[in-house]
């Protein structure tokens, strides 16, 4: 093949500077000078190593009970000192804090998924579809999330799978909706057009043009969603729904430690200020993130 | 890269090649390849509507529901020409192009290619031959994908080389269009408007297809950026053969790069012809009104010795294309209308002069009676042609 | 509204000046040496580096060239209106003889409107959505020239008349949604003449519309300036355009005006290699170029821009001496001027170019 003569020296190469156009696209800001992002990555950070490294910071065993050690007062053996059967509270914290912090991660990618994949086939193909999806969401979304949540998990039984069940029925209609949404603008771009015209399939096309376009809103409400998860999954455990005991739970403890609240207010209260910190965390970082993510105002 | 199917003219013509009664285009030698007469698509009563209010919402408001934005529209697209589609906002040029490229479904009426009618959902096959270049250079390209990844990406899918003359292949592409190799690898963010279309460009090449749709590919441009663009289309046909779809709305463009005209107007056409001879003699009076209406660089005040201004080429505005005109759709416009022109529709028809100059209105070909009103406004472009 | 001491008597003076000034001054706006710069993460942009023009009364100044060249900065610094990241480093606008920069906020409040007004690229967006255009065109008059209501009401249907709003009586009721965008740019037409201003500025008023409609909208200013007199800088990329409404034409190119004078004649005749080479570049309706000479290269950084000549990297001509120093805007005979050291070479290029053209012809 021949090719075309053509005037050299006609617009400089790509690695040259382009013309300050920039025309809305994204403005890369450095990730790490963004301080919401970096001060939940921090928190979280520590969270999640005390978390992991949990046999490293403790000795005892946080299903062991010891009677004759019960509701013992901080100490220099027991730092945050024992609950009522004798179990070691730092050491409940740091399991409970594993358990649902896994729960939790784990819970929020069955929603994230399922509600992605629906909503995309809403967004990019309508009709009967999209029909069909949006009636499911308007059926979900007319209970309270709690109530959802907490009579499902009653039927299916309390355990881990069930609340993965009942958060994944509860919570992809979130995500179905916002990618959705974002589908039906982005469908609308030149350049998936020219990918129809290339023949391409529509499977190809929501996987490969337009979900990496907009998923990034997803990721962003999946940070909010996992707060939201941590919340259902220490209020279920709060209620005896969650995992059985005698696994360390951050609900349950709460519920055992009320008890004694005015007495050892650090059984209930710690709990629940690392759920607290937990979800200060995580919110931190969605800010971060959507700010990034999100086309930058200059 | 192997030319497209094989037609009558393939490769450079030279200067010296004769115009031939075989070739029904006036067009100046060395412009571009012979053009074959067979058409090569051929849109028939194509029209594409699309619901605009609620039935509750259009009755309520005593508006019409549906607009319509292509209305009864026949053309051919004959192969290795370039034609044009020209109209102002609201003509429906854009709509009939993507309808002809097959990204909007139509209403009524078919589409053939090659003598055979396309189906709705065109086979990859179909879509392949027919491809497009778009207006806006920033949102035509996927912005996640590199340059080589959005290639690599169609070569593939569609076997146009065996695998592992993908990369080579893409590079030929880029260097097709005036880029270096090296753009395979970079984002669409890191190029200018005007590298961004032959970014289009390339991949609409990709498939090595036998029509380029081009819709307003230089206008988000420059002016100096333009004429590269503009350069490099001129450049392709010739090189490759290609038949060129051109959709503008700037005159001078088409002039510069097509060998024949359609001028639509509220969804339908209302003139075609060779190009000079549009320029040279227009018969449709929007056309006519169109081409006065271009200011020139050195012509206008030199028409006004006295300096005042003349009355504009065309009043008023153009009615809504949810409200159209009844009989010609122009009329409202137009200086010569008649009570004929309210109750019958004009069809497109050839002039006495020959088969390629069609125009749809009652008094192209045949003057207005003498006994009938025109009103004050110009009836003809005082366009000075420049010897 | 609290100043500083030290400005306080030379501002009163120069509010007084302002407001009483006579129409003494034969120019009706004079721009000396203008620079703006833009703060950016890169750099500090010279969006507009040393510009100078005059307008004389009655007449259309047209400021030409593609993005980035600093036409649209220029006339927001004229009006006062440059974006929070943008400031006037330095120079002197005198409308009437006056320098606007030394005025006071609210002086300069009741200057815009009666002395100098803007019209805009979009507008849509130049209008308000929410308000009856009868009450927009008439809050001019209302606040700057005291008129009652009644007698703002009836100025405002003479002025929908006098731009060719049919049926002003309906239309003064009306929103800017129910317009088309040519009727849209007559409101806001309107609404710059509104309090007969001495100048109106026009940022790329057509360039959003349809050919037939902007052939409408440049008759009507055409026509507009001959009957009231009224000054215009016409700000615009398109060449044609620029000829149609101008007599007079501000080639501007990286922040600077390359070449000045009469419109017919720099357009015919330019003197410096990028006009050449924009006149060049653009395709004709009335007559095929075989190829069109397109300007190599890309427009010039403004964080830092090249020595010497900023066009020179991508000029035909460029000599060592275009490579270094600055290069001023010397003025030549004829009302021309120009920033390039060897112009003759354009009418050469010129000549040759209209040779080859009648060989072909």
């Known amino acids: 093949m021949s090719t075309v003569s053509l005037p050299t020296g006609t617009e400089p190469g790509p690695g040259a500077p382009v013309v300050p156009s920039a025309a809305g696209r994204r403005v890369g800001r450095r990730w790490y000078r963004q301080p919401a992002l970096m001060s939940g990555l921090v928190i979280i950070g520590l969270i999640i190593i005390a978390a992991v490294a949990a046999p490293l910071l403790t000795s005892y065993n946080p299903t062991t009970q010891n009677l004759t050690a019960s509701l013992l007062g901080p100490s220099a053996h027991h730092l945050l000192g024992t609950d009522q059967l004798g179990r070691d509270t730092f050491t409940r914290l740091l399991y409970g804090l594993r358990v649902d912090l896994r729960i939790a991660f784990i819970a929020v990618l069955f929603p994230f998924v399922l509600g992605t994949v629906l909503g995309s086939l809403a967004g990019y193909f309508g009709g009967w579809v999209d029909v069909i999806v949006m009636r499911l969401v308007d059926i979900v979304v007319a209970f309270p999330f709690y109530v959802l949540v907490i009579a499902l998990v009653f039927v299916l039984g309390p355990g881990e799978r069930s609340i993965y069940i009942a958060i994944t029925i509860v919570g992809w209609v979130s995500y179905a909706r916002i990618v959705r949404g974002e589908i039906l603008v982005a469908k609308r771009q030149e350049y998936v057009l020219a990918a129809q015209s290339g023949g391409l399939s529509s499977l190809r096309i929501m996987g490969r043009h337009l979900l990496p376009n907009v998923i990034s809103q997803a990721f962003i409400y999946a940070m909010s969603d996992i707060v939201q998860d941590i919340l259902a999954i220490v209020t279920l455990g709060y209620f005896g729904l969650g995992v059985p005991p005698p696994t360390a739970d951050l609900g349950s403890m709460i519920n055992d430690g009320q008890n004694f609240l005015s007495t050892h207010w650090q059984l209930t209260t710690i709990p629940g200020l690392a759920v607290v910190l937990v979800g200060l965390g995580l919110s931190l970082i969605g800010d971060g993130l959507a700010d990034i993510l999100r086309p930058g105002q200059s | 890269m192997n030319g497209p199917v094989s037609g009558p003219a393939n490769g450079p013509q030279t200067p010296e090649d004769p115009v031939t009664p075989d070739n029904a285009t006036a067009e100046a030698p060395g412009r571009g390849p012979t053009v074959d007469p067979e058409p090569l698509l051929v849109a028939t009563d194509l029209a594409v509507q699309f619901p605009v209010f609620s039935k509750l919402m259009a009755r309520l408001r005593h508006t019409e529901r549906m607009l319509r934005a292509v209305d009864g529209v026949d053309l051919d697209v004959r192969r290795g020409e370039a034609l044009a589609l020209v109209g102002e906002s609201g003509s429906g040029k854009s709509t009939l192009a993507l309808t002809l490229a097959g990204l909007q479904p139509a209403d009524a009426g078919q589409i053939r290619l090659e003598g055979r009618v396309l189906p709705e959902h065109r086979s990859r096959d179909d879509r392949r031959r027919i491809q497009m270049v778009f207006q806006d250079p920033y949102s035509s390209l996927n912005p996640r994908l590199t340059v080589g990844s959005m290639l690599g990406e169609l070569l593939r899918v569609h076997h146009v080389v065996p695998r592992d003359e993908v990369r080579s292949f893409s590079a030929e592409l880029i260097r097709l269009v005036g880029l270096d190799e090296g753009a395979l690898g970079a984002y669409p963010r890191q190029f200018s408007g005007g590298q961004r279309q032959r970014v289009a460009i390339a991949r609409a090449l990709a498939l090595r297809p036998e029509i380029l749709v081009a819709d307003e590919p230089v206008s988000a441009l420059d002016v100096s950026v333009q004429a590269t663009i503009l350069n490099l289309l001129r450049d392709l046909r010739r090189e490759l053969g290609l038949t060129l779809l051109l959709i503008s709305h700037n005159l001078a463009v088409v002039r510069h790069l097509c060998d024949r005209v359609a001028v639509m107007y509220l969804g339908r056409i209302v003139e075609v012809a060779p190009a000079e001879e549009l320029f040279r003699d227009p018969r449709h009076p929007y056309t006519r009104g169109l081409l006065a209406a271009i200011p020139r660089l050195a012509g206008n005040t030199a028409d006004d010795p006295a300096g005042e201004a003349r009355p504009p080429a065309l009043i008023g505005d153009p009615p809504s294309p949810l409200a159209i005109p009844s009989g010609c759709r122009f009329r409202t416009r137009c200086p010569l209308a008649q009570p004929r022109c309210e109750r019958e529709d004009p069809a497109l028809v050839a002039g006495p002069g020959g088969p390629g100059h069609l125009a749809a209105c009652h008094y192209a070909f045949t003057p207005v009676p003498a006994t009938a009103s025109v009103s004050a406004a110009p009836a003809a472009p005082t366009a000075p042609e420049q010897a | ?361």
Request: glycine share 8%; aromatic share 4%.
């Open chain 3, 1 to 361: 509204m609290s100043e500083p001491e030290g400005r306080e008597a030379p501002r009163r003076r120069a509010n007084q000046e302002m407001l009483t000034n006579e129409q003494l001054n034969p120019n009706v706006l004079e721009v000396e040496d203008l620079r703006v710069r833009i703060a950016s993460k890169r750099g500090v942009v010279r969006a507009v580096d040393g510009v100078s023009f005059e307008v004389p009364r009655g007449e259309a100044l047209g400021l030409v060239g593609e993005s980035g060249s600093g036409k649209s900065m220029t006339l927001k610094a004229v009006l006062g209106v440059l974006p929070p990241e943008a400031h006037m480093a330095s120079g002197q606008v005198r409308l009437d003889g006056t320098d606007l920069v030394r005025l006071s906020q609210s002086t300069l409040n009741r200057v815009r409107g009666p002395k100098i007004s803007m019209i805009f690229q979009e507008p849509m967006s130049a209008l308000n959505p929410v308000m009856r255009v009868g009450q927009q065109i008439s809050e001019g008059p209302r606040i700057h020239l005291g008129y009652s209501r009644a007698r703002a009401e009836e100025r405002t249907l003479d002025l929908m008349r006098r731009v060719g709003i049919p049926d002003p009586e309906r239309r003064y009721r009306a929103y800017p949604h129910e317009f088309s965008g040519g009727m849209r740019q007559r409101v806001m037409i309107a609404i710059a003449l509104s309090c007969e201003p001495e100048i109106i500025l026009c940022d790329e008023p057509t360039t959003a519309l349809d050919v037939t409609i902007q052939d409408q909208i440049l008759r009507l200013l055409v026509r507009l300036c001959q009957e009231s007199g009224v000054s215009l800088v016409f700000v615009t990329h398109d060449l044609p355009v620029v000829a149609q409404v101008c007599q007079q034409v501000a080639v501007m190119y990286g922040g600077q005006i390359v070449e000045r004078g009469d419109v017919h004649d720099v357009l015919l005749n330019p003197r410096h290699p990028y006009t050449l080479g924009l006149v060049r570049s653009a395709p004709d309706v009335e007559y095929v170029q075989d190829s069109l000479r397109p300007i190599p290269g890309a427009p010039p950084s403004l964080i830092d821009p090249p020595d010497g000549c900023r066009f020179h990297p991508r000029c035909d001509f460029a000599e060592d001496d275009c490579r270094t120093g600055t290069v001023p805007l010397r003025l030549l005979d004829g009302g021309r001027a120009t920033r390039c050291l060897h112009y003759e070479r354009c009418g050469e290029a010129l000549a040759a170019d209209r040779a080859a053209q009648g060989a072909t012809q």
